[in-house]
């Protein structure tokens, strides 16, 4: 268990629709990070937080927002959802301490979102 | 601009046989971190190791190994006496400044009994 929970597990909706992807970071993790798996993309970086703020920014659609709220938690919001939205949505998180360069912390990934949209 | 190249994108086995995984990466950063992620059928995403880009020791842990060459930017990773266990895809990543993992596109193992 990596201490990262996502919810839900599974989503199935409509094209059009909007949904949101919940992710609660392992205790004491200040960045929290999303990523898209799809089959012909791989896993590709969406967004990352940082103790509330946006930090790094990737292929991330316009139709996509994100944010970290007070408590650390983060949600990824998908509007006007296309056939080719459907994937697997990881969460991740890690120490993360700003200024003092992140990348040696491993990154701990939630077991993902399923997103399957008809 | 960083990236992660695994040319391996399925490898099948036999339980027993050793097998290397690749993972080239292309970075101009002079500090820098390696991972390498398990992912099984179940789905979800295991941290296996993180190498620093001074530190070029190898390093085993039980039938895992990996290789971390400089010279040639590669950082590959041997699984001995593969297990049908260790079926799954692996991915190796490089870390930038923020934080964020650079993945490769993965290598899918199987091991058949």
């Known amino acids: 268990d990596s201490g990262v929970t996502q919810t839900p597990k599974h989503l199935i909706t409509a094209t059009g629709q909007r949904v949101t992807l919940r992710c609660s970071p392992r205790s004491g993790d200040l960045s929290v990070y999303w990523y898209q798996q799809s089959l012909d993309q791989g896993l590709q970086f969406l967004i990352q937080y940082y103790n509330g703020e946006e930090r790094a920014k990737g292929n991330i659609l316009e139709r996509f927002s994100a944010q970290q709220f007070p408590d650390l938690h983060s949600e990824l919001n998908l509007s006007s959802l296309e056939l080719g939205d459907s994937a697997l949505y990881f969460c991740a998180s890690s120490v993360g301490v700003l200024g003092q360069g992140t990348y040696n912390s491993p990154l701990h990934f939630g077991n993902g979102t399923r997103l399957t949209v008809t | ?113």
């Open chain 2, 1 to 113: 601009a960083q990236k992660v190249t695994q040319a391996q994108t399925e490898i099948s086995v036999v339980e027993k046989e050793d097998v290397t995984l690749d993972c080239v990466y292309e970075t101009r950063d002079t500090t820098y971190y390696l991972f390498w992620y398990k992912q099984p059928p179940s789905g979800e995403l295991v941290f296996l190791i993180r190498r620093n880009s001074f530190d070029e020791q190898n390093e085993i842990s039980g039938r895992y190994s990996w290789n971390f060459q400089k010279s040639t930017s590669s950082f590959n990773f041997t699984i001995t006496a593969s297990q049908v266990v260790d079926s799954a895809v692996y991915f190796c990543a490089l870390s930038e400044r923020t934080g964020k993992l650079i993945f490769g596109q993965g290598t899918t193992l199987q091991v058949k009994p």
